[in-house]
């Protein structure tokens, strides 16, 4: 299994970025795909997920209304569009797979940096 995250860089406060998780070797219509990040010094913070199976979404507080997540069936692949970017959405930011019934992530990408300046 391997989840390729993209779509990362600097951008100035108010931009837009569009990230990419491409998955291969497993079929996502079993599991629901997130996207979490970290900034330096914080832990681990969900971001949004996709039911895979149904196209259910559900975010944080924190980015609700400005990212929007959606997939990509024909390839495989989880879009996290992100709006109105601030200096504090600096982070490393990844894409992992969950087991909804067991509430566990499963398989992990290797993470995108996003840098927003202000």
């Known amino acids: 299994v391997q989840l390729q995250a993209s779509g990362g860089g600097l951008v100035q406060a108010g931009a837009s970025l569009t990230l990419s998780c491409a998955a291969s070797?497993?079929?996502?219509?079993?599991?629901?795909m997130d996207w979490l990040r970290q900034a330096p010094g914080k832990a681990r913070e969900f971001l949004a997920r996709?039911?895979?199976?149904?196209?259910?979404?559900h975010y944080a507080d924190s980015v609700k209304g400005r990212f929007t997540i959606s997939r990509d069936n024909a390839k495989n692949t989880v879009l996290l569009q992100m709006n109105s970017l601030k200096p504090e959405d600096t982070a490393v930011y990844y894409c992992?797979?969950?087991?909804?019934?067991?509430?566990?992530?499963?398989?992990w990408g290797q993470g995108t940096q996003v840098t927003v300046s202000s």
């Open positions: 070797g497993v079929t996502l219509s079993n599991y629901d």
């Open positions: 996709i039911r895979w199976r149904n196209g259910d979404t």
């Open positions: 992992a797979v969950r087991r909804g019934d067991v509430g566990r992530y499963v398989y």
